[in-house]
């Protein structure tokens, strides 16, 4: 199992930016992929970017490609989400997750961390 604490969330003004963090901890030489998600009030949770364990191969959802950045540090198993250019529809609580081998779904989520962007 791999224990996941997202951090970074806040209030924020429409055209700002946020760093979500996301602290891994426990099996991680079993991780794949590492993901984030949101769900927003009323609304499915629904993906919002990936990236594999070794930082290869970032992929994004259209509705954030070219404002969000996911990336990750190796020394601290810690991925992060860097968001700018925020907008109301940005607002959501945030997700990490994380894929572990011989899975072919993220099986490990964190608790979650709120994100309003305000007009």
């Known amino acids: 199992q791999v224990q996941l604490v997202e951090s970074g969330g806040g209030l924020v003004q429409a055209g700002g930016s946020l760093r979500l963090s996301c602290a891994a901890s426990g099996r991680t030489l079993s991780t794949t992929v590492m993901g984030w998600f949101r769900q927003a009030p009323g609304k499915e949770r629904e993906f919002v970017a990936r990236?594999?364990?070794?930082?290869?191969?970032?992929y994004y959802a259209d509705s954030v490609k070219g404002r969000f950045t996911i990336s990750r540090d190796n020394a601290k198993n810690t991925v992060y989400l860097q968001m700018n250019r925020l907008n109301s529809e940005d607002t959501a609580v945030y997700y990490c997750?994380?894929?572990?081998?011989?899975?072919?779904?993220?099986?490990?989520w964190g608790q979650g961390t709120q994100v309003t962007v305000s007009a």
């Open positions: 990236i594999r364990w070794n930082g290869e191969r970032p």
């Open positions: 997750a994380a894929m572990t081998y011989g899975s072919d779904s993220y099986d490990s």
